[in-house]
């Protein structure tokens, strides 16, 4: 990669491939991509506390008129927004006689049941006893300790982002048919990323991994070198590390090139199972992107027409992966995974 100096950290600018290297002559990673690492580093993210904090979806999603709902393994959930503008979240079933409240309206920060028309401002009433919900400013959480199960902790483990004032943000979900341990576990495998998505990302070498020579100073993380795909010869190299900071949450921070301090989040919902007894679970993935360069107020200011592009290339990149996930998933509940 080209290296430049900025801020004392490397810049990789965008750069012109030389010589467009074909799919099937990439160098094999599937030594390198040993099941037990992928597997143990899963172990030691579904051991990490979550106090009980589930993703229900995008904090904009939060709209003065409807609820968002969600439903968390196999629990009804509706989140919206009080009169003071504070996040607020309950069960998403009426307590009168079971109305859906995913479908009733909200007046002046009240949810109002579209049935007979009770009335609930996110406080307990009636039997109806509200879940902690927290808003992050990027996406919107509620606790579950019933389904948890875990010790509850005050907020969600919410990873270091870029500051809101100068940062993009856009959030993608998608629906498979899996467990959250298998899209984390999709996400601590980065050697599939230039064979599976040629698309997307070129000239990828994991230059660190738990249990590696090189751990990059973090010895529970994935450090990749990898060049983005723009279009046609042109590429963004930069220098990525994967962690899981919690059980259904693994984080990319882009620590060198463009975009220094960006992340993406991959958080994974379980849903609940469907009408043929399989799992289901919600992708929901953040993208936080910073630039240094002038040129990114423009962007920032055009954020209303770069968040469905940004929310597109995610979309694409996760219908390979739930495929993955979904495969993984399948092979598990029949005992035939191979790892």
């Excluded at 993210?45 to 979550?50: N, V």
């Excluded at 109806?128 to 919107?140: K, R, T």
């Excluded at 450090?223 to 949450?249: I, Q, Y």
Aim: with cysteine; aromatic share 8%.
């Amino acid at each position: 990669m080209t290296t430049g100096s900025t801020g004392g950290r490397r810049r990789l600018p965008l750069s012109l491939r030389r010589r467009a290297v074909p799919w099937e002559r990439q160098r094999p990673t599937w030594r390198a991509a040993r099941p037990a690492v992928i597997a143990e580093a899963l172990k030691r993210a579904q051991a990490r506390p979550s106090g009980n904090w589930y993703v229900v979806g995008a904090s904009r999603d939060l709209r003065g008129d409807r609820p968002l709902a969600r439903t968390v393994a196999g629990q009804e959930v509706v989140v919206w927004r009080d009169a003071g503008g504070r996040a607020v979240a309950g069960p998403g079933v009426c307590p009168h006689l079971g109305a859906p409240l995913r479908d009733s309206p909200v007046r002046c920060g009240t949810l109002v049941c579209h049935w007979h028309g009770l009335a609930l401002d996110g406080g307990p009433f009636a039997g109806w006893e509200p879940f902690p919900a927290h808003d992050d400013g990027v996406l919107a959480w509620v606790r579950l300790d019933a389904v948890g199960g875990e010790a509850p902790l005050d907020a969600p483990v919410v990873p270091r982002r870029p500051a809101p004032a100068r940062a993009l943000s856009s959030v993608y979900t998608g629906v498979g048919t899996c467990e959250p341990e298998d899209v984390v576990a999709n996400r601590l495998d980065p050697w599939h990323g230039a064979w599976f998505h040629p698309y997307s990302f070129v000239d990828l070498t994991v230059v660190g991994s738990p249990g590696g020579p090189d751990t990059d100073g973090d010895g529970d993380a994935f450090t990749v070198d990898v060049s983005f795909k723009v279009a046609g010869r042109l590429v963004v190299p930069v220098r990525a590390v994967f962690t899981a900071p919690e059980p259904r949450t693994v984080v990319m921070h882009i620590t060198e090139g463009e975009g220094v301090g960006s992340v993406v989040e991959t958080h994974a919902t379980p849903l609940g199972r469907d009408d043929r007894g399989r799992p289901r679970t919600a992708v929901v993935e953040a993208v936080v992107a910073a630039s240094e360069r002038p040129g990114f107020a423009v962007a920032r200011g055009a954020a209303p027409l770069l968040r469905p592009l940004v929310r597109a290339a995610a979309g694409r990149l996760w219908r390979d992966d739930l495929a993955y996930a979904e495969r993984r998933w399948a092979l598990r509940s029949t005992g035939r995974f191979p790892g």
